[in-house]
């Protein structure tokens, strides 16, 4: 999905620009132009920019483990 339609940045490229270290709304604005025009933008990207941002903060390898404690009676 484009997020700026000014500069033809979609959401994959902000995605990409901050796992490769993008982590400010500057740094998108420097990397790939984001918000430099007409600024509508800045409110979609700056929400792909916190998600990623969580995302990446994450573990990469977290499988949940159950936490089912269900007993079988016989």
Do not use: W
Request: glycine share 6%; net charge neutral.
């Amino acid at each position: 999905m484009y997020v700026c339609i000014c500069k033809g940045v979609t959401e994959s490229a902000l995605r990409e620009a901050i796992y490769q270290g993008a982590g400010r709304m500057r740094d998108l604005k420097a990397s790939l132009g984001v918000t430099e025009q007409c600024g509508l933008c800045a409110c979609h990207a700056k929400e792909v920019l916190d998600q990623t941002l969580v995302q990446k903060s994450q573990p990469q390898n977290f499988t949940p483990q159950s936490t089912c404690v269900c007993e079988t009676t016989v």
